[in-house]
Each structure stands twice: as structure tokens, then as C-alpha cells.
């Protein structure tokens, strides 16, 4: 899984106790779903209709950075159901899994239409095929190896 976004825990994110309040992270999560499912259909016509069980099986506090990783897990004819992973970056520990959120694809009219889509669409891939909607010039292409060198050149510093 691939943690998209890191938030941190500010005092207006606190609940009573002192800890994160469970409302401001699944915002959170339901935004970056949204946001994530939005890229992979490639509309922005898109609603949450589905979220499965919520356990919190550990909290944040104020200082602290959380991630929220999100993932596809199955293309419906016009839907895309996703799985999200919260973690404390500060302590290492999970705070919660949601393993189904179901996002639906709509038309103009607001009525669920098929999307076409069957696979997990990354970075890259969108990023080109926008520029080729754009009628912009194509990356230039990065060899594995050539990338390995660069994330190790990274690692180094």
C-alpha cells in the first residue's frame, strides 16, 4: 500500500481527552478515498456510498503526523471499492483499517454509469495520459535501473 497523504495532528483535531477525534480522521480518510478514486476513474463525479466497520485500535495526539494509505481493491461496472490504512508516523502504530469503501461513478445528472475501468491506474500512467490529453509532450522514460540509482542516490544523502 502507498501512504498518499500525511496530516498533522493540530489542537483543532483534538477531542475532549486530547486525542485525535475520530470524526476529523475519517474526513480525512473519506476525502483522500475520494480524491484517490476520483484518479483512478478519471472523473470527478464520484460519491462514498459505502464504508465498512470502523475500530480505532489506537489514537494520536496533538504534534502528531499520521499517514493515510488507500488502495483498490475491486473495479464494479460503476464503482471502485477501496481499502484505507491510517498510521501514527510519531509512534509506529496502526490506528485503524477500513477494509471496504465503496465509491460511486456518476454522470452529469447525478445517476451511477459505467466507468470502464479493470486495473489500478498509478502515477505515472495518469500523469502521461494527461499530457496527452493536453496535447503535451511526452516524459522522457526512466529505465528501473536508472530509478533504483536515483532512490539510492536519495537514500544516501
Do not use: C
Not at 477494509?99 to 502515477?123: C, D, S, W
Request: hydrophobic share 40%.
Amino acid at each position: 500500500m502507498n501512504f498518499h497523504t500525511r496530516k498533522w495532528v493540530k489542537p483543532e483535531d483534538l477531542n475532549p481527552n486530547g486525542s485525535l477525534f475520530g470524526g476529523s480522521l475519517l474526513r480525512w480518510i473519506d476525502e483522500e478515498a475520494a480524491i484517490y478514486a476520483i484518479s483512478q476513474l478519471g472523473n470527478q463525479r464520484v460519491v462514498t456510498k459505502f464504508m465498512s466497520e470502523i475500530n480505532f485500535v489506537s489514537s494520536a495526539r496533538q504534534g502528531d503526523i499520521i499517514e493515510l494509505g488507500i488502495t483498490a481493491t475491486h473495479f464494479g461496472r460503476t464503482s471502485i471499492t477501496l481499502r484505507a490504512e491510517v498510521r501514527n508516523k510519531i509512534t509506529r502504530k496502526s490506528i485503524l483499517t477500513v477494509e471496504k469503501m465503496v465509491f460511486v461513478n456518476l454522470n452529469e445528472q447525478g445517476e451511477p454509469v459505467p466507468h470502464g475501468r479493470t486495473k489500478i491506474r498509478y502515477a505515472d500512467e495518469l500523469f502521461e495520459a494527461y499530457r496527452r490529453d493536453q496535447g503535451g509532450v511526452e516524459a522522457p522514460k526512466v529505465s528501473d535501473d536508472d530509478l533504483m540509482e536515483e532512490v539510492a542516490e536519495e537514500a544516501a544523502h
